[in-house]
């Protein structure tokens, strides 16, 4: 049997993705959970790596079926150990960073306006912890700081893939290139044509925010400025996104 974690940050299409193989014969789809029992949403009664990983390998088993989980939000050392223990193939699926972070950004904004706070608090801790007005010398908007979030959310999930060695698949190459759709989930047939229809059902958070016409962020200047800092290294946007083959 072929179990496979296609894991990431989000916005990268994994709706898409997930529709597109569900209903492929030999094929059992779980998206957006860290509860293979459940499926609730990640953040609900979360399983640990380990036992979501054990419970995978042996629901392939007894339904002698591929299980592929999609955006698990897994940490990503912890998910490696568990795959390579129970025989999970472990992908990190990719965009290129300016797409995904605007996507973020929108879907994190969204979240705002509805009344979701958790994601503001965490965009001023962002914010306050790596002193970043004086550095990039924009204003101080709601739209600026929130995009600030979203580059270190979406950067530091990928700057850890790319640490740790992870298989690396970008979504723009998986999501045009046949054979290798076919190739990553083992299936013999599958026709691209069913994934831009199941695109078509999809509205991107970009356009769910857009309705709004809230005032833009100034997304390049941040872009362009924001980078990760650790011991013995410095990497920016533009260098990460490069790294990641783009």
Not at 33 to 47: R, S, V
Not at 212 to 240: M, Q, T
């Amino acid at each position: 049997m072929k179990n496979i974690l296609i894991d990431t940050v989000g916005f990268c299409g994994t709706h898409t993705l997930s529709n597109s193989l569900k209903g492929i014969g030999d094929i059992e789809v779980v998206h957006g959970t860290q509860n293979l029992d459940t499926e609730e949403h990640i953040g609900k009664n979360n399983l640990t790596p380990y036992i979501f990983m054990e419970k995978m390998y042996k629901k392939s088993e007894k339904l002698k079926k591929n299980i592929i989980a999609i955006h698990c939000n897994f940490d990503i050392q912890e998910a490696l150990n568990a795959c390579s223990k129970f025989e999970v193939e472990y992908i990190c699926l990719v965009r290129n960073l300016h797409n995904q972070i605007m996507s973020c950004y929108s879907w994190a904004y969204l979240k705002l306006i509805n009344g979701n706070d958790t994601i503001l608090n965490e965009a001023l801790n962002v914010f306050k912890a790596n002193e970043l007005l004086p550095t990039i010398k924009v204003e101080l908007s709601l739209p600026n700081i929130v995009y600030m979030w979203a580059c270190y959310h979406v950067m530091c999930f990928n700057l850890n893939a790319l640490n740790l060695e992870c298989k690396i698949l970008k979504m723009e190459e998986l999501f045009t290139c046949q054979e290798l759709f076919k190739e990553t989930f083992g299936i013999k047939e599958f026709n691209l044509n069913n994934l831009d229809s199941s695109k078509k059902n999809n509205i991107s958070h970009k356009e769910n925010l857009r309705k709004y016409r809230f005032k833009e962020p100034k997304s390049e200047k941040i872009y362009n400025s924001i980078y990760i800092s650790g011991p013995g290294y410095s990497i920016s946007l533009p260098e990460l996104n490069e790294k990641l083959g783009y």
